[in-house]
Every structure is written in C-alpha cells, then in structure tokens.
C-alpha cells in the first residue's frame, strides 16, 4: 500500500510493514512511518518566489519527479505553463512575502489542499544595487522587509504545521554574500548576514521537534536576479571608481548555470540528515576559504588585545 501525501489522519487503523504494526494514532509512530517511508514517497513542497528564477527552476524539478508543490509568487501568471503540465498537482497562491497576514493564510491554505508541508523552501527575495551612502532609508526598509521579514514570516507560519506533524524540513535561500562581503551590495549582504544568524539559531530551537534546517548559499548564477529582478539606488559620482571596479570583476566564468542547481536541491530535500550549510556553485568555497583565513589571521593578531578587555 503506498501514499503520495502523508497525512496520518486518512490512514488505516494499522500498516503493516515485515515485522511492524503502526498504529498512526501513536505521534511516535507518525515519526517513525514517516521516516521509514519518505525516500520514496512524494513530498509537498512549499516554495516562495517561484514565478522565475531558481523558485521555477526548482518547482519543476519537484513537479517532473512526482511532488506536489505550492508555489508563491506576486503574479501568478507566471506560473500558468507549470500549471498546464502539471495540473493539480501544483497549487498557485498569490502572495507578498512582506504581508505577514497573507503569509500566514497562504501557509494555511496549503495545508487545507494538501494536508501537509513535508518543506518550505523561502527564496523570495532580491538585490539592491547601490552603495550605503546612496541607499535610502525606504530602499533600506524595502530591503530588510523582503528578504528578512518575508522569510521570518514564512518560517513562523509553517512551524506550528511541522511540529504538529513531527516533521518538516525549512530551507532558506541566503547566499554566499552572507558570509562574506562585495561592495555596492550593502544592504543586501546585511539582509543575508541577517538570514544567516536566524537560521543557524532556529535549527537549535526546533531540533527537537523533528525539522530540520538549512541554509542555501549560492555563488553568482546566471539568473535574472541582476537584471529585471534588482533594484538599484540613485548613483552618486564619487562611487563611479568603486562601481567600475566591481562590475569589472563580474566576467562570465565566475557565474553558474541555474538548471544545475536542481539536483543538488533534490538531494538536500531527500537526504535524512541534511546539513545546515550548502553552497551552490563552484566559486563560493575558494572565496569564503580566503576570506576566513584572512579574518582569522587578524583575530589572533588582535587577540592579546581582546583577551585583555575580558577583565579577569
């Protein structure tokens, strides 16, 4: 007997397994079922920002295989071809991850239709292009709200669901520009440093309830998060020497293809114990290698200054 959504509430009174009987009105067995059963059944994937980029990459990839997907987006118009191909099994919510009422109901909406969330995978977001002293205090604003608080809200509405059920699996798209640094990205790294410390602290929080967390950290890719998708501050022409010099460190083998990050987020989403960190691409390990050698390096040259303020 198998089942493509795993919902304990529409199971028989007992499943019989080689030398098991579980019983789905013990929460210790749900756990257990689900364990033992969710390398191959279909899992129900709920997934923000899904009209383009990696959110469309990947939802089709989850559609292709067999998944069920809830997939968000300002316009869901976008997502009328996945539709087409994919008919119920996709559910298009229309959604602005900065309204935290919408997010809470379109949580909830989701698990109305299909019973269960087994992921949330929060990748709404965008860049803001701009130095700090070129950003205004609303693209500022703009920038945390979307990328933090969007992705905050989403988190807190999905967790009361995947505790209940004992199981789920959060992944944020943060980036490798949240754990180290370009200029004329300010706020964006801020937003993704940000990102980066919430997440690391809610995967200790919510261990215990069996969900478990991680952190997407892509290097550049090819997508249009550059282009249609950014926004960028009014220049100012004392920074024209800092732009030319970041754009001229853009060239075109430093950027990944974007279709080949659906595999390595199919494997994230059915290993058993996913990790708390995963780049996409090639360039971000080199980089961030030696940036933290560099980091490290000037803390221990400072140290006998640090330990000396400690006091005792």
């Not at 690391?200 to 090819?222: D, M, Q, R, Y």
């Not at 990050?261 to 980089?287: I, Q, S, Y």
């Amino acid at each position: 007997m198998s089942y493509s959504i795993f919902n304990p509430f529409t199971l028989p009174k007992c499943i019989s397994i080689p030398h098991f009987c579980i019983k789905p009105s013990d929460p210790a067995a749900i756990v257990l079922l689900y364990k033992l059963t969710s390398k191959t059944m279909a899992k129900t994937i709920f997934i923000t920002g899904a009209s383009r980029g990696f959110g469309k990459i990947w939802a089709e990839a989850f559609l292709k295989r067999g998944d069920k997907v809830i997939a968000t987006a300002r316009n869901t118009d976008a997502l009328n071809d996945l539709v087409s191909a994919y008919g119920d099994a996709i559910l298009p919510i229309q959604l602005d991850v900065n309204n935290r009422d919408q997010v809470f109901a379109a949580i909830e909406q989701a698990k109305q239709h299909f019973g269960t969330i087994d992921v949330l995978i929060n990748n709404a977001g965008y860049g803001l292009f701009g130095t700090i002293e070129e950003t205004s205090e609303q693209e500022a604003r703009d920038q945390i709200e979307t990328n933090v608080f969007g992705l905050l809200w989403a988190t807190q509405a999905v967790l009361p669901v995947m505790r209940a059920q004992g199981h789920g699996h959060i992944i944020q798209v943060s980036s490798v520009l949240g754990i180290v640094t370009l200029p004329v990205l300010g706020l964006y790294n801020a937003s993704k440093f940000a990102v980066e410390g919430l997440t690391e602290t809610l995967a200790a929080e919510v261990k215990g309830f069996g969900i478990n967390v991680s952190l997407i950290e892509p290097n550049g890719f090819a997508t249009d998060w550059a282009g249609a998708s950014a926004a960028s501050t009014t220049p100012m022409d004392v920074y024209e020497p800092v732009k030319a010099a970041f754009q001229a460190g853009l060239t075109d083998d430093i950027f990944g293809v974007p279709e080949a990050t659906a595999d390595a987020v199919l494997k994230l989403v059915d290993v058993e114990n996913p990790p708390l960190r995963l780049f996409l691409g090639k360039m971000a390990l080199p980089w961030v290698k030696q940036v933290y050698a560099g980091r490290i390096a000037e803390w221990e040259a400072w140290d006998e200054v640090a330990s000396a303020a400690h006091g005792k």
